[in-house]
């Protein structure tokens, strides 16, 4: 079974630009997370949607980010524009409904805002 | 005082030796936790839960202190294979699945 991918592994952009990530869940996973790890910091929480619903998206830090989960599957996250703070891995992660706390991550998207 | 402190790493240790991880939450009422391990560029995974007082697999001992409000994580007979940062997490209030990271401890195991 396929796990939890993301797209693309890695992202060099210049401030200013725009950066869309995409992340594909595990199949049937209805909750899809993510999370943000910036240097030196600890893995934060942006947003989690249930299917196509944002839940929650207290994490989110300014209306530079833009997530999305069209049709409950896929999911994207754009920056834009892109500032030298966002640098840092972007993970996605999904689950089941059951609560049990295991979220499966992607192996995450590093953004270098240069 | 941040929501989840781990002990500062890196710890460094033989193959076989013992050690031992300490986490702190701040959140009385978390009823969950959770200590995921991450291999170096790569994702969290999961490792073990803990809902009661511990919980025990093979090698890995997780033990909970509500009163202190500390998880420790027990690594007995290491391996070279558990070189990783280990990430102490606890759920948010009300969320299973809305999970707060600790900084993470970074294990290194040597021949």
């Known amino acids: 079974e396929a796990g939890v991918t993301q797209f693309p592994s890695h992202s060099v952009i210049e401030k200013g630009q725009t950066v869309t990530l995409r992340c594909d869940p595990i199949s049937g996973h209805d909750n899809l997370y993510w999370y943000r790890r910036v240097m030196g910091k600890e893995i934060k929480f942006l947003l989690h949607f249930v299917k196509e619903s944002k839940q929650d998206e207290s994490g989110m830090p300014n209306n530079r980010f833009l997530a999305e989960r069209t049709g409950g599957t896929y999911s994207t996250l754009k920056v834009q524009p892109a500032e030298l703070e966002d640098s840092g891995v972007y993970f996605c992660a999904s689950a089941t409904g059951s609560g049990t706390g295991e979220l499966f991550f992607g192996e995450g998207s590093r953004l270098t805002v240069l | 005082r941040k929501e989840v402190e781990q002990d500062p790493g890196p710890f460094n240790v033989p193959e076989g030796a013992t050690v031992a991880f300490n986490c702190t939450y701040s959140n009385s009422a978390s009823q969950s936790f959770f200590w995921y391990r991450q291999d170096c560029r790569k994702e969290p995974k999961l490792l073990m839960s803990?809902?009661?007082s511990g919980n025990e697999d093979g090698r890995f001992t997780a033990q909970l202190n509500r009163a202190s409000q500390y998880i420790s994580l027990l690594i007995r007979d290491s391996k070279l294979s558990d070189s990783a940062t280990y990430l102490c997490v606890v759920p948010f209030s009300g969320g299973y699945n809305k999970l707060i990271f600790g900084a993470g401890t970074r294990l290194a195991v040597h021949p």
């Open positions: 803990v809902y009661s």
